[in-house]
């Protein structure tokens, strides 16, 4: 695939060499394509701010991303933090799926957190036509492009937020379940004593709007932003772009329909929602590129800011 990693950074004092992640760029995902030793910078997203005083490391969920029960361990066997850097190990017998590392205070409050996306494949690029620039090959949290693959559905996000929630373990499903992990998700109304930050296994069923979610009019890209260094959520106009330069062709099989998450799985099987960095003027609500069954064309669409939807990066 396309995701490369970093320099090797030599023998550090456990006598492993770490390869590290972040050295093109920092971001709140990290793609991992084999066994190894790795590490990346304690910095909020893509800046070089400091999350703070890191006490401890914790890796909150593991999930093949299908109905299979991932032991602990099962993706990252170690973690923990040095330097600046949280420092982490895949098992020798490396397994495609996602995982969210998290950084803690002396309190046990979660810092920051960072998503690691295990795909022997990574990711290809694809020129999109009509100018609607370089997208991903497959959606964030994908473990495959292949059609009718589970692996291809990834994982869901709430609108301006970085931390993903999990997808179907089934491509369609008339009552569809959770992709099975490790660890305990949570759902909550927003309140003062809640921070997405805090919370990143916590959907919220209310109106949540980080202090700068993904709406990218001000920078090159937003602090919350989910994609891999070098990738971002894309604005509206490429999806509106390539909603024009869509021939009647089987658009079906490049989008999976992954549904969206609205505390619960709807969908799945029927629809394919792809979050924009847009939002509506004055609303609630976001606009992305829709997808379904019925129908080979795309179109554009309107969804709940609190609705868990699909990620397709753009360079």
């Not at 109905?67 to 330097?83: G, T």
């Not at 799926?97 to 690691?116: D, E, F, M, P, R």
């Not at 971002?232 to 099989?253: G, L, N």
Request: proline residues 4%; hydrophobic residues 30%; aromatic residues 12%.
């Amino acid at each position: 695939g396309d995701g490369e990693g970093g320099e090797d950074s030599g023998d550090d004092d456990d006598g492993k060499t770490y390869t590290d992640l972040s050295a093109a760029g920092t971001a709140n995902c990290y793609l991992v394509q084999g066994a190894g030793n790795y590490k990346f910078r304690t910095v909020i997203g893509n800046t070089d701010a400091t999350v703070g005083n890191v006490k401890s490391v914790e890796v909150l969920w593991e999930s093949f991303g299908t109905d299979e029960m991932p032991n602990v361990r099962d993706l990252i066997a170690s973690a923990d933090y040095k330097d600046g850097y949280i420092r982490f190990s895949t098992p020798e017998t490396f397994r495609d799926g996602n995982a969210v590392i998290a950084a803690k205070n002396s309190k046990g409050t979660i810092l920051w957190s960072w998503h690691i996306w295990c795909a022997e494949e990574g990711w290809q690029e694809q020129v999109y036509y009509n100018d609607a620039g370089t997208m991903m090959d497959r959606n964030l949290g994908a473990t495959s492009a292949t059609p009718g693959d589970v692996g291809a559905l990834g994982l869901l996000y709430q609108w301006g937020r970085k931390d993903p929630f999990l997808g179907s373990s089934s491509i369609s499903e008339n009552e569809p379940k959770d992709a099975a992990s490790t660890g305990v998700w949570n759902t909550a109304t927003i309140g003062a004593q809640y921070s997405a930050e805090a919370n990143p296994m916590t959907y919220y069923s209310e109106i949540y709007l980080p202090t700068d979610s993904w709406s990218t009019s001000s920078v090159p890209k937003a602090v919350y932003d989910p994609c891999p260094y070098g990738w971002r959520v894309p604005e509206i106009d490429a999806w509106q772009k390539e909603i024009e330069a869509s021939a009647p062709m089987d658009y079906a099989e490049f989008y999976p329909k992954a549904g969206a998450r609205i505390g619960r799985l709807v969908d799945v099987g029927r629809y394919g929602y792809c979050w924009s960095a847009t939002k509506e003027e004055g609303r609630y609500s976001a606009l992305c590129l829709f997808s379904s069954y019925l129908d080979t064309k795309l179109s554009q669409y309107s969804k709940h800011v609190t609705c868990a939807l699909s990620v397709r990066c753009c360079k």
